[in-house]
């Protein structure tokens, strides 16, 4: 027992103290989170409005969150994480409380596009934070650390909603509103007097290069965002296919609770082992190697359910897929981090989010299309297949991207070379 104990304790040691703090106020923020995942509820039975009105009005949502996550990176180079942040947070918090006098389709539609936009630009000033406060010999842990936060928070925020809304649905968009604000504050008052250090380092960067880097001529980037695409429309099957799968008679016909409870086990395991794999095994090998090993891991997770047939084994392929999880997606926001200019590190976070919002939009449309017309056998040998190309993609990017890394000769020739074509040199 003393054991466990202390494996959990170096789990959690040696986070810098900014690491900490940016994980409570998202951890605040994501425990407010209570209007999305109602609101399709709040459209139809609260205003009357009809399936095909709520769908629009979720869709105006998705792409704000696009158009939010691509704003800010922009806006994160250019201003500073600290000022994107700020003002996210309190923005958004007042914002809500005025969408909840919104009750037509039009009004809704634009005003939950542009909530989306305001809260989303966080995503990218918030990673380029942790990229700079946190120690770079536990950037991986840093950013599990975030992650823990926000599943947390997400796990937390539905749940007490769902108790207000006894009290009426408009509530929740003071709740909310209150967590923004509340986030917002805590922000400002630890960072105003910290954030300096951050906008040094970015203006040492850009003696060394010049202008901001421009992600689209960083041509490995590229090739390791267009497999993160690959592998998270593999993934997001979790959400969108695979509950279907299990309850659908062509499937395994399970209840719906039974479903519940095995996607629930993997944010049980995520919760449990995540922290404690990455302080334990992520200086062992390579950002990429771990990287690599998730997203095949994934494909294996799916191809499982075309080999044998039982609850057992349905548990293990979640296993798999939580393992695969674990070592794919903090590992490879640790590798963009480390491997972006301070100067464009708000941009290179904010393409690292957009190639998953672009992967959350072409997992339902690619998956149920595949279920609908050659069944659900032939999706997990397509995402099997998918995965392998991933992870391939990932293998030579992050090659690439390493070896650069560790030699800083060529890296500054690099950036400088970059920065002449940037100037037209």
Known sequence: MKSIIRLYKNAFTGLSEPTWILSAVMLINRTGAMV?????IYLVKDLGFDEGEAKWVMTAYGLGAISGTFLGGILTDKFGSYHVQLWSLLV???YFIFLSELHTFWSLTLGVFF???IADVLRPANGASIGHYARKENLTK???????AINLGYSIGPLVGGMLIAYGYHILFYVDGVTCVIAGLLFGWYFKSRRRSEEKEIEESKKISGKSMSILKDRPMLLFLVSNVLFGTVFFQLLFTLPLYYTLEDGYGLSESTAGALIGF????IFILEMVIVDQWGHKRSV????VLGVLLAGISFLMLNFYTSIAWLVISMATLSMAEIFAIPFAVTLVSQNSPA??????MSYYSMSFAAARVLAPLLGLAVVDVYGFETLWWYSGVVALLSGTGFFYSTSIIEQRSKNPIARVKGLVRRSKELRGA
Request: proline share 3%; no cysteine; aromatic share 16%.
């Open 288 to 291: 990429g190697f771990f990287t």
């Open 343 to 348: 100067q464009s590190r708000g941009k290179y």
């Open 266 to 269: 993997n944010g049980v395991l």
């Open 142 to 148: 840093a950013f599990s650390l975030n992650r823990l």
């Open 92 to 94: 958004t918090g007042v």
């Open 36 to 40: 999305i995942p109602f609101l399709s």
């Open 115 to 117: 909530l989306s936009v």
